[in-house]
């Protein structure tokens, strides 16, 4: 099955600096790459996807990459803000509809 | 629009008691269903997963059971609570175009 790992487990930045959280995943037919934002005690949320057919997407300071060849892809958010500390995580699947593989999680801290 | 429930948000239960967690999705339907757990600081266990009424699949062995009586609920079930099974309970849907949707979690501490 799907194995999908996520580096840093835990990543420090001061407010104003980017921040970037890498997977990696095994299945090479995985085709949809979803990142949740969990904020303490709330439920994770979507913040972007990717599928396989596009290489980057960006929405406003979040961007998503992804490298089918090496199996990889990699969230990254510029300017950091307070309000972005959070755990992050990423997922892989074979379709946005099937059954997600989690990776185990960032907790991302933005220090003012 | 489709909207996900979940109930209740806090829970303190003694050891060997009983547990109920409920999830409901509106506004789909034959939805596939997932109860995820997550103990503090970690990631996303999951525990059951169900693609239609009465087929419930399990991912962990453990205390806990799961039922879909209905299209769009699932119960999340335990006969006699262990202290192990303190941690956040979170329920979720697909398909959606954009991956899962989460419900809003229940805190379960057990004393």
């Known amino acids: 099955g799907e194995n999908v790992e996520q580096h840093p487990s835990t990543l420090s930045v001061q407010e104003g600096d980017s921040a970037v959280i890498k997977c990696t995943y095994s299945?090479?037919?995985?085709?949809?790459f979803p990142w949740y934002k969990q904020e303490l005690g709330k439920g994770p949320q979507l913040i972007i996807d990717?599928?396989?057919?596009?290489g980057e997407k960006k929405d406003q300071r979040i961007a998503v990459t992804l490298n089918k060849t090496a199996k990889h892809f990699s969230l990254h958010i510029t300017e950091t803000q307070p309000e972005d500390s959070a755990v992050y995580f990423c997922a892989a699947s074979l379709n946005a509809g099937n059954m997600l593989t989690f990776g185990g999680g960032t907790r991302l801290m933005v220090k003012p | 629009s489709q909207t996900i429930h979940q109930w209740p948000a806090t829970l303190v239960q003694p050891v060997g008691s009983p547990l109920s967690l409920e999830c409901t999705v509106e506004?789909?339907?034959?939805?596939?269903l997932y109860w995820y757990r997550q103990a503090a600081g970690r990631g996303l266990q999951l525990l059951f997963y169900s693609v239609g009424i009465g087929q419930i699949s399990s991912e962990v062995p453990q205390n806990l059971s799961a039922s879909r009586p209905q299209d769009r609920q699932f119960i999340l079930s335990s006969k006699k609570l262990l202290l192990s099974d303190s941690g956040f309970y979170l329920c979720?849907?697909?398909?959606?175009?954009?991956?899962?949707?989460f419900g809003s979690g229940t805190r379960l501490t057990v004393v």
């Open positions: 990717i599928r396989s057919n596009v």
């Open positions: 979720a849907w697909s398909p959606d175009r954009d991956g899962y949707t």
């Open positions: 506004g789909t339907s034959n939805p596939n």
């Open positions: 299945d090479s037919a995985s085709n949809y």
